[in-house]
């Protein structure tokens, strides 16, 4: 049994620092939102008031935070990891970050004397909740087996990328892939529609067809196709326009740094930003399907819902 801290409680740490009770390891936890406080207590972490508090002796500590900076502020703050954590100490973060960033916090973990693993994820709330989450590690060959006896019991695979940052990497690449499919099921799913075919019957075309993908599968745009489509509750977000319009751009300024043109994936960013302008941030990704659509209506969709 491991003393772990889990800096970061929100819809994804919660649900696996309860995972991580469940395989037997003491976990203290903390965030500043009440309602993921009493989730995560809920789930047998020990809650505490802060990171200082959270690290004391562990032997490892977990961030899983909203953005880059976010991740910087609390490893590099006055009270922060660095500051408060024992050096032996294995710090794992599962944060969506952007490649500078995770270098930095391999390169400053380095300089004082910690170990370092970039350890996001793919799986998406469900994933976490399940425990069938992808793991995607990069850093030193020790700590990444180190880190995969960890997140085994959150985990259905769990890859070790090589060295700093490529973790990160993976996940970028992958939620580019993810998003640029996304359009193609917006744009498919709308030409399908207009020209008089039946969603569901369409849908069994297309998911033992070449258009089959991740987001036709779990996110088909069409109320009644998929169980989990946010189509079915009005675009409430399994995975927010915000979070996407983040990780996305990520991954473009990331091609930008290596000279890529990445068109598609443009697009997709500019959809939404799109979103996000008209005050739907906070509604599922997926709902970039309205500028595939005639006129911008969609089933499953009222504005102002």
Same mark, same amino acid.
């Given at each position: 049994m491991a003393t772990i801290a889990w800096i970061g409680m929100g819809h994804m740490g919660a649900p696996m620092a309860g995972n991580l009770v469940a395989a037997g390891h003491l976990v203290r936890g903390v965030d500043p939102v009440p309602a993921a406080r009493t989730a995560a207590a809920e789930r047998g972490v020990h809650v505490v008031a802060t990171i200082e508090a959270a690290v004391r002796g562990v032997d490892a500590v977990f961030t899983s935070l909203p953005r880059s900076e976010h991740v910087r502020s609390v490893y590099g703050g006055d009270d922060g990891v660095w500051a408060t954590a024992p050096g032996s100490a294995l710090l794992l973060d599962t944060s969506t970050v952007d490649v500078a960033t995770s270098r930095f916090c391999?390169?400053? #973990? /380095? *300089? &004082?004397?910690? &170990?370092f693993v970039d350890a996001p994820v793919s799986g998406g709330i469900a994933g976490a909740e399940a425990a069938t989450l992808t793991f995607m590690l990069g850093g030193d060959a020790a700590d990444v087996s180190e880190a995969t006896q960890l997140v085994e019991p959150l985990a259905a695979h769990v890859f070790d990328l090589g060295g700093p940052t490529m973790g990160i990497a993976a996940k970028l690449a992958n939620n580019l892939m993810l998003f640029v499919s996304l359009l193609g099921v917006a744009e498919g799913s709308q030409l399908a529609a207009q020209l008089g075919l039946d969603p569901a019957k369409f849908f069994e075309v297309a998911s033992v067809s070449s258009g089959e993908s991740w987001p036709l599968r779990t996110w088909y745009p069409s109320p009644g196709v998929v169980p989990t489509s946010p189509a079915n509750r009005g675009y409430d977000a399994t995975f927010s326009a915000v979070l996407a319009q983040k990780d996305l751009s990520f991954a473009v300024a990331a091609g930008d740094a290596a000279g890529l043109p990445m068109p598609a994936s443009r697009i997709a960013l500019e959809q939404f930003e799109r979103l996000i302008g008209e005050g739907l941030g906070g509604k599922d990704? #997926?709902?970039? /399907?309205?500028?595939?659509?005639? *006129?911008?209506?969609?089933?499953?969709?009222?504005p102002g819902s």
């Amino acid at each position: 049994m491991a003393t772990i801290a889990w800096i970061g409680m929100g819809h994804m740490g919660a649900p696996m620092a309860g995972n991580l009770v469940a395989a037997g390891h003491l976990v203290r936890g903390v965030d500043p939102v009440p309602a993921a406080r009493t989730a995560a207590a809920e789930r047998g972490v020990h809650v505490v008031a802060t990171i200082e508090a959270a690290v004391r002796g562990v032997d490892a500590v977990f961030t899983s935070l909203p953005r880059s900076e976010h991740v910087r502020s609390v490893y590099g703050g006055d009270d922060g990891v660095w500051a408060t954590a024992p050096g032996s100490a294995l710090l794992l973060d599962t944060s969506t970050v952007d490649v500078a960033t995770s270098r930095f916090c391999h390169e400053a #973990s /380095v *300089d &004082r004397g910690f &170990r370092f693993v970039d350890a996001p994820v793919s799986g998406g709330i469900a994933g976490a909740e399940a425990a069938t989450l992808t793991f995607m590690l990069g850093g030193d060959a020790a700590d990444v087996s180190e880190a995969t006896q960890l997140v085994e019991p959150l985990a259905a695979h769990v890859f070790d990328l090589g060295g700093p940052t490529m973790g990160i990497a993976a996940k970028l690449a992958n939620n580019l892939m993810l998003f640029v499919s996304l359009l193609g099921v917006a744009e498919g799913s709308q030409l399908a529609a207009q020209l008089g075919l039946d969603p569901a019957k369409f849908f069994e075309v297309a998911s033992v067809s070449s258009g089959e993908s991740w987001p036709l599968r779990t996110w088909y745009p069409s109320p009644g196709v998929v169980p989990t489509s946010p189509a079915n509750r009005g675009y409430d977000a399994t995975f927010s326009a915000v979070l996407a319009q983040k990780d996305l751009s990520f991954a473009v300024a990331a091609g930008d740094a290596a000279g890529l043109p990445m068109p598609a994936s443009r697009i997709a960013l500019e959809q939404f930003e799109r979103l996000i302008g008209e005050g739907l941030g906070g509604k599922d990704a #997926s709902l970039i /399907v309205k500028y595939a659509s005639a *006129d911008g209506r969609v089933a499953g969709f009222e504005p102002g819902s």
